[in-house]
């Protein structure tokens, strides 16, 4: 069991107590977990010995102490998903991840994985753990393309070194609001979101550096088609430099607009070309997906190609 303590700032006050503790504490995922942590007595407030409801309203200076149970392990399962292969061999292969397939399994998300379908395909390198076998990087729920999963540790080992030294290529295509005047190099440090354990954001405390080249690529009315090249490969980033200079992709309703244009729900961002050094011939690889059905829709309904 975990114990938290939590004082609540001044930007959450009057926040109901169950919305307060999925956004502040990173073991909460949601208002549910936190509802159900509220029904087992595990939240209380320092120097109050009453029981809360998920009602409670928090106020600025309360001390929230919530006992976190020892998560229960889990086992990544074999599942039957069809998986859209682009490149296979005996130490990898790469797939091209379709938008709304989450990588992983993690709280909320135990089965119906990408690692599920991997693992009913083949053997992957163990290096990640019995959730994350095989994955080298990973996408967001919503972000479609490339990905390269390592069959055996060697093969890990060696494109994670890749990763670690930059000289793996990732470019993305991205639909942009409004109009991004030049190509550019951000070089933006990314953390954690101090106030809200989901978010990443620029220049928190502990961040890491980040850098991301940009190149316009077409203008599309009030919003820009770029390619996204990442040195380094952060959380989100990206989502997070992109809104931090004032052009979040369109689609985020995480780092843009609660309301986005034409109601999407999902970033409008796509991995579409990926570069590496295969980890036993030494042969360069290079691979390039389509651009997806959501992301031409996208474009078609702002009125361009």
């Known amino acids: 069991m975990k114990i938290c303590e939590i004082i609540v700032p001044q930007e959450a006050d009057s926040q109901r107590i169950d919305v307060f503790l999925s956004n502040f504490v990173e073991e909460i995922s949601s208002r ?15 120097g109050s010995r009453s029981s809360l409801s998920k009602n409670y309203r928090v106020m600025p200076g309360d001390i929230i102490i919530c006992e ?40 909320g998300h135990h089965s119906g994985t990408l690692v599920n379908a991997l693992l009913y395909h083949c053997e992957l390198s163990g290096i990640g753990g019995v959730l994350r076998p095989g994955i080298v990087h990973r996408l967001d ?6 990905m390269v999963v390592a069959k055996n540790d060697a093969a890990h080992i060696a494109l994670a070194a890749q990763l670690e ?3 793996m290529g990732r470019t993305y295509n991205a639909v942009c609001m409004g109009s991004v005047k030049n190509n550019l190099r951000i070089d933006l440090p990314i953390g954690r979101h101090p106030h809200d354990r989901k978010k990443m954001t620029v220049y928190p ?3 890491r ?30 989502r997070v430099h992109m809104a931090h200079i004032g052009h979040p992709v369109l689609g985020d309703i ?12 999902g ?6 070309n990926l570069q590496f050094i295969h980890p036993s011939s030494g042969e360069e690889m290079e691979f390039n997906s389509p651009l997806p059905e959501y992301f031409t829709e996208a474009i078609s309904l702002i009125g361009g190609k």
């Open 209 to 238: 550096n980040a850098v991301t080249y940009i190149e316009v690529l077409e203008y599309l009315k009030n919003f820009t088609l770029i390619a996204a090249r990442l040195e380094t490969g952060r959380t989100h980033q990206i």
């Open 32 to 46: 549910s977990s936190a509802q159900k942590l509220l029904t087992d007595n595990r939240i209380r407030v320092m």
């Open 165 to 167: 030294r930059r000289t």
């Open 68 to 107: 976190i149970p020892a998560p229960v392990p889990l086992e990544a399962v074999a599942e039957d998903i069809p998986l859209h292969i682009v490149y296979e061999d005996s130490d990898l292969l790469v797939v091209d991840k379709p938008r709304g397939l989450v990588v992983h399994p993690s709280a």
């Open 254 to 265: 995480v780092y843009g607009a609660a309301r986005q244009p034409f109601g999407l729900t």
């Open 141 to 146: 729920k919503d972000t479609s393309g490339l």
């Open 205 to 207: 405390a502990k961040a």
């Open 267 to 272: 970033q409008i961002l796509h991995a579409i």
